[in-house]
Every structure is written in structure tokens, then in C-alpha cells.
T-cell receptor
């Protein structure tokens, strides 16, 4: 199983770019990497997903090196509302052996 | 037009009781999940159902049993509740397609066992 490791917490200021890294040394060939955001008293919300190289959407970028043993979520120009816990998830989206492992989460605190 | 809904939002009960949490999704997804989030915020998958077939059971005690009356519902039944069952339980759903696993989560049910 691809266990994931993330920093417990990070601090940033408004307007800065934030990069959160997740380690997944035992990632399997069929596994995708997905990041979720969770606010207090709410369920996690999908941010971005990728398999290799770089993926970008309207809210974030995901960088995955060639060996896929880690991934980095990049949040451009964070605001106070980006304060949340960010989870890295590694798993196979289909098939009978679907195994979904969430990381421990990174608490991002954005200050004014 | 809530995508994934759970009831109740809060559940307070005594040790030894049996309780159920309901989950419904109106997204037409084929797969539904139950997660447990403990006080340390670790998010652990408990079950997933694909087209009414259990495909994951992550060493969850057999006091917990998922019931899926149809593709849009996955209820969680818990027997003989213990103090350690206190947590927030999240239901989620996702489409079933190769390699993609975007999950849509419900608002959570906070279970407190006294």
C-alpha cells in the first residue's frame, strides 16, 4: 500500500505561493495522486488530480516528478480563505483492488 | 440540490446502543464510501460499495456494517457502540472509471458515544 507522508502544518501570508509536498515512496503503477481540501466541520473537497508531470487547473498546480515518489501541490497567491487542511490521496480509481490511502493532512494557516 | 447528504448531522448515544447513519447521493455515481475521522483528524476509509458490492473493508470491526438498498444510498449501521467509536463519519461518492477517483464528500456526522 502506498502510504503517504505530509508536513503536519505550514504557515504563509496572503499573496504568497504555497507548496505542500507529499511523499509516497511505494506508489503503484496504477495509482493516481489526488489532493483534497478540508475546512472545519465540512467534508473534504477535491482540488486536483494527476498521474505524472504537471497538472494545472483554475485553483492549483500539481507537480509530480518522474519517479512519482512524491508530489507537490502548489497554491498560487493564497488568501485567508485558503486556511484549511490539505490531504494527499494515493490510489487506483478503478478495479477490484481499489485501495485509498489519505495522508495525515497538512494544516495551512494563512495570515494577513 | 445537495450532492451528498448525511443524516443525522449530530448523534449522541450511550455505550452499547445500536445506531445508523444514512447517506444519499444524487450524482448518479456508482461507488460510495464511508470514512472515519478521529480527533486527530486522520481520515481513514472504512468501506466502499460499487454497484451494491463491497470492495473495500479496511479492518473495520464487524460491529460496523454498510447497507446499500440502492445505488444512491449507503447507510452505516453500528452495533454495540463503544467509546472509541466517537468520531466524525463522512460519506462520499465517486464515478467508477479507470484511474479517476474524484470523490464528493457529505457534510459529516459527528458521533459521540457516552
Amino acid at each position: 500500500l502506498a502510504k503517504t507522508t505530509q508536513p503536519i502544518s505550514m504557515d504563509s501570508y496572503e499573496g504568497q505561493e504555497v507548496n505542500i509536498t507529499c511523499s509516497h515512496n511505494n506508489i503503484a503503477t496504477n495509482d493516481y495522486i489526488t489532493w483534497y481540501q478540508q475546512f472545519p466541520s465540512q467534508g473534504p473537497r477535491f482540488i486536483i488530480q494527476g498521474y505524472k508531470t504537471k497538472v494545472t487547473n483554475e485553483v492549483a498546480s500539481l507537480f509530480i516528478p518522474a519517479d512519482r515518489k512524491s508530489s507537490t501541490l502548489s497554491l498560487p497567491r493564497v488568501s485567508l480563505s485558503d486556511t484549511a487542511v490539505y490531504y494527499c490521496l494515493v490510489g487506483d480509481g478503478g478495479g477490484a483492488t481499489n485501495k485509498l490511502i489519505f495522508g495525515t493532512g497538512t494544516l495551512l494557516a494563512v495570515q494577513p | 440540490d445537495t450532492a451528498v447528504s448525511q443524516t443525522p448531522k449530530y448523534l449522541v448515544t450511550q455505550m452499547g446502543n445500536d445506531k445508523s447513519i444514512k447517506c444519499e447521493q444524487n450524482l448518479g455515481h456508482d461507488t460510495m464510501y464511508w470514512y472515519k475521522q478521529d480527533s486527530k483528524k486522520f481520515l481513514k476509509i472504512m468501506f466502499s460499495y460499487n454497484n451494491k458490492e463491497l470492495i473495500i473493508n479496511e479492518t473495520v470491526p464487524n460491529r460496523f456494517s454498510p447497507k446499500s438498498p440502492d445505488k444512491a444510498h449507503l447507510n452505516l449501521h453500528i452495533n454495540s457502540l463503544e467509546l472509541g467509536d466517537s468520531a466524525v463519519y463522512f460519506c462520499a461518492s465517486s464515478p467508477w472509471r479507470e484511474g479517476m477517483n474524484e470523490q464528493f464528500f457529505g457534510p459529516g456526522t459527528r458521533l459521540t458515544v457516552l
